[in-house]
């Protein structure tokens, strides 16, 4: 369930599709993922679990102005943070911003059964990903984290180059040393198993590349093109 402005469902519609899907699938999983919890979001959220769906929230912190609106709490929430306050600020173009994501992760257990964080790596960030991740690792189930994937020219400049993403690496494999069954790194595209098979990274890692076929020599778990593993 997303919010887009050029393409506008009225609610009716969206209430009756989603209930629609659920008379279809056994248990099914709703992600709303459109960063900002609009108010008419939350009845068609509740209805969707009295029927039986997992309803889970990808969210920016700003979920906290509804709370007194939920009705039960969801299955899980994740809150994306992009680095330190400075940087998180930075890259949301807002002075609040980090402020609203550290509130939002110590109150996730109140509204839900799962907190998760995601950090998406990217070159304003890469130098202080051990430090961002630290700060709120306690406040989280799981932390995630995934190289940015550009898809529009106008952040072209947010991709990392191969010296900023050997950098992090580092701080990734420590993270993951020091809390093995909370940090988890996420990689959907060729170009970033690349650099992590580089010759500055290949001796520091488990990964290997074999004639193009990606193989992770590692705890692994695959999901639909995306390999999610331990570093």
């Given at each position: 369930m997303s919010y887009r402005?050029?393409?506008?469902i009225s609610h009716t519609r969206l209430k009756n599709c989603s209930f629609?899907?659920?008379?279809?699938?056994?248990?099914?999983?709703?992600?709303?993922?459109?960063r900002i919890l609009r108010k008419w979001h939350l009845p068609i959220m509740a209805n969707l679990q009295q029927s039986g769906a997992l309803v889970g929230l990808?969210?920016?912190?700003?979920?906290?102005?509804?709370?007194?609106?939920?009705q039960r709490?969801?299955?899980?929430?994740?809150?994306?943070?992009?680095?330190?306050?400075?940087?998180?600020?930075k890259q949301r173009n807002n002075g609040?911003?980090?402020?609203?994501?550290?509130k939002g992760l110590k109150s996730g257990r109140e509204v839900a059964h799962k907190v998760t964080s995601l950090l998406t790596l990217t070159s304003p960030n890469y130098n202080n990903?051990?430090?961002a991740i630290t700060s709120v690792i306690h406040d989280v189930d799981e932390f995630h984290i995934t190289p940015v994937s550009p898809v529009r020219q106008e952040i072209a400049?947010?991709?990392?180059?191969?010296?900023?993403?050997?950098?992090?690496?580092?701080q990734l494999q420590r993270l993951q040393q020091e809390y093995p069954e909370k940090v988890f790194v996420r990689m959907y595209r060729q170009e970033d198993l690349v650099k992590l098979n580089s010759k500055?990274?290949?001796?520091?890692?488990?990964?290997?590349?074999?004639?193009?076929?990606?193989?992770?020599?590692?705890?692994l778990k695959l999901h639909i093109k995306t390999w999610t593993f331990n570093i």
């Amino acid at each position: 369930m997303s919010y887009r402005p050029s393409f506008l469902i009225s609610h009716t519609r969206l209430k009756n599709c989603s209930f629609s899907f659920i008379k279809k699938h056994h248990q099914p999983i709703v992600i709303h993922e459109g960063r900002i919890l609009r108010k008419w979001h939350l009845p068609i959220m509740a209805n969707l679990q009295q029927s039986g769906a997992l309803v889970g929230l990808i969210d920016n912190g700003t979920y906290l102005h509804h709370t007194t609106s939920f009705q039960r709490k969801l299955d899980w929430i994740d809150i994306s943070i992009d680095g330190t306050m400075e940087i998180h600020n930075k890259q949301r173009n807002n002075g609040q911003a980090y402020q609203t994501v550290i509130k939002g992760l110590k109150s996730g257990r109140e509204v839900a059964h799962k907190v998760t964080s995601l950090l998406t790596l990217t070159s304003p960030n890469y130098n202080n990903v051990y430090d961002a991740i630290t700060s709120v690792i306690h406040d989280v189930d799981e932390f995630h984290i995934t190289p940015v994937s550009p898809v529009r020219q106008e952040i072209a400049w947010t991709e990392t180059s191969m010296q900023e993403f050997c950098i992090a690496w580092k701080q990734l494999q420590r993270l993951q040393q020091e809390y093995p069954e909370k940090v988890f790194v996420r990689m959907y595209r060729q170009e970033d198993l690349v650099k992590l098979n580089s010759k500055k990274t290949q001796n520091k890692n488990q990964i290997r590349l074999n004639q193009g076929r990606q193989r992770l020599w590692t705890k692994l778990k695959l999901h639909i093109k995306t390999w999610t593993f331990n570093i």
